[in-house]
């Protein structure tokens, strides 16, 4: 009897070790040095672009009539220097009553010897519609592309240049989105740099973000290329610590116009300009306060020349590398490799096996393999049923409709709960619950006599399952939000003692602790606090979360529910 429970432990043991020495098992990256030369970008320049498309279109939020006036400036701004510019129109459902159009545009400056290989430099034109202006969260860094524009037009560069300003980003990065999907010469783009997000005030760090819309990341090399670049400009780089990357890859949604590329396999990176005032930027970010009086010139100088040295030094690369983005990085030039990552995100799951096998042994499954799975399978389909509700709603109309993402931060739909929507998805709840109930009775009746050791047995079994799935979509995510349950839950016995029950009561609770920690620190960075309940509502309903995840999350509540039934309720 000792056996099972020792074997647990020592494995439990050995596979946190591992995780918390895993920066040990990091090995080199190779090195990236940026152009060395003397930039040609011009702060001036770039601020006088920032300027007009802040001041003259102040209110060009996606499908207003200042939106498409700026698109015409940028247009005609980037012929006058001779660029070939392009545009394209096409629509998506942004809450209102009739689809909102969308428009993207773009310039080429071909390449001199390597033509066919594209580099694209964007940032998107568009702006949150509760901001006036948005001088830090567009305007800053369109000037700044604009700017970089003139400038590498104006010289030979061997591979095309591609500058694009998507639509849509406050809403999903709907623009870019597009644009990675439908570029005819897309299989050419060899690198996507996005330029978003000058701070207020005075630049303090080059932020990176690596993070792909729902699958990618940037590589290595990109982040190594930047760093050398923000280096040579006296500029810090402000990276995540390997934790949080962590994080950020288990998550996996983006929040600028990197992600469409990642998630189309073309290396991507965001590269904004933090500031050294973070009260203030906090203060104005999404809001009219968010004006040009707050940007300083030397800021944009900074940003433009760092951003340059990474663009020429791509340009001037004999080969742009296709480098693994499954890897952690633990320090500048190091990162623990796929292999060693998947390695360990495999194991974590090896005491939930042992378990099983152990438990198997001891109690035969019999028939509860059986009737402990149609039993789960209910408590799925009823929640499955109010998620069906719950996807149909928008398209009924009984709920404002979006192309993806919910509204961006500070927009007032983020905190008025559509309670005819909330309602109606409970109310099917309880619909289907009735419904599984008396389905259930007919389908399984021997649960009465069904052994409570063996069904623990099955539904840990079912964990396992959501697991290997979790693992195939996303190894990261698997071990952040599955540990906890794989870890704990392996400890649950079944026994008449009210102290037991209690144990097995915490010991399910404690299964979601990484995922409700995950979610109130979601609804902080989106500034929606509690309402961050009603976010991800709207999430599921507009496929922000995708509907694998979402399973995958109904399985592993289900199997709590169906656990604690057999564990923690008082049975006759
Ligand atoms: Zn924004």
């Not at 991800?536 to 999350?553: C, D, E």
């Amino acid at each position: 009897m000792v056996r099972g429970p020792v074997a647990l432990v020592t494995t439990t043991a050995a596979i946190l070790l591992v995780l918390w020495s895993l920066p040990r098992l990091s090995q080199p990256t190779a090195a990236w040095t940026a152009w060395p030369g003397e930039p040609q970008f011009s702060a001036r320049g770039a601020w006088a672009h920032a300027e007009t498309l802040a001041t003259r279109f102040p209110r060009r939020w996606s499908g207003s009539p200042d939106r498409q006036a700026a698109a015409d400036w940028i247009a005609t701004t980037l012929e006058s220097w001779g660029l070939d510019v392009h545009r394209s129109r096409f629509e998506v459902a942004l809450g209102e009553r009739h689809p909102t159009t969308l428009e993207n545009i773009w310039a080429i400056s071909p390449g001199t010897d390597r033509a066919d290989e594209i580099i694209v430099a964007l940032g998107n034109y568009d702006m949150a519609p509760t901001s006036v202006q948005a001088a830090s969260d567009t305007a800053g860094h369109v000037g700044t592309i604009l700017e970089l524009a003139r400038v590498l037009h104006g010289s030979p560069h061997r591979r095309t240049i591609l500058f694009l300003f998507p639509d849509g980003e406050e809403w999903g990065m709907l623009g870019a989105r597009h644009f990675a999907q439908t570029f005819p010469d897309r299989h050419h783009i060899v690198a996507a740099v996005s330029i978003e997000d000058l701070d207020a005030s005075a630049i303090a760090a080059l932020g990176i973000d690596g993070i792909g819309q729902f699958r990618g990341f940037a590589p290595m090399w990109l982040r190594t290329l930047a760093a050398d670049a923000a280096r040579r400009e006296d500029l810090p780089t402000a990276e995540v610590t390997p934790p949080f990357e962590w994080l950020q890859r288990s998550v996996l949604v983006s929040f600028t116009d990197q992600g469409p590329f990642l998630t189309a396999g073309i290396p991507a990176i965001d590269l904004g300009g933090r500031t050294a005032d973070r009260a203030t930027q906090n203060r104005i970010y999404h809001l009219p306060e968010d004006t040009m009086d707050k940007m300083r010139p030397q800021s944009m100088e900074i940003y433009g020349r760092t951003q340059e040295r990474i663009l020429r030094a791509i340009d001037a690369a004999p080969e742009v590398p296709i480098e693994d983005t499954a890897y952690l990085r633990i320090a500048p030039g190091c990162a623990v490799t796929r292999a060693t990552l998947l390695a360990v995100q495999i194991a974590v799951f090896a005491p939930l096996v042992l378990s099983i096998l152990d438990r198997q042994r001891r109690t035969p499954l019999g028939l509860s393999a059986r009737d402990e799975s149609i039993r789960l399978g209910a408590v799925l389909a009823v929640m499955g049923g109010g998620f069906a509700v719950l996807k149909i709603l928008p398209r009924l109309g009984l709920m404002a409709d979006f192309a993806l993402y919910p509204p961006p931060p500070r927009h007032p739909l983020l905190t008025e709960v559509n309670w005819t929507a909330v309602t109606l998805v409970l109310l099917a709840v309880c619909a289907f619950g009735w419904t599984a109930r008396r389905v259930t009775r007919r389908l399984a009746p021997g649960a009465v006599a069904m052994e409570p050791d063996a069904a623990v047995t099955v539904l840990l079994g079912w964990l396992l399952g959501v697991a290997a799935l979790a693992l195939i979509d996303n190894p990261f995510g698997a071990v952040t939000f599955l540990i906890f349950p794989a870890l704990l839950w392996v400890w649950i016995t079944p026994a008449r003692s009210s102290g037991r029950r209690a144990a097995n009561a915490v010991l399910i609770a404690a299964g979601f602790v990484a995922l409700i920690a995950l979610v109130v620190s979601y609804g902080q960075r989106l500034r929606v606090g509690l309402y961050i309940g009603w976010y991800l509502f709207m999430s599921v309903a507009y496929g922000q979360i995708s509907l694998l995840r979402v399973l995958m999350t109904l399985v592993l509540v289900a199997v709590a529910v169906r656990l604690a039934s057999h564990t923690v309720v008082r049975t006759a």
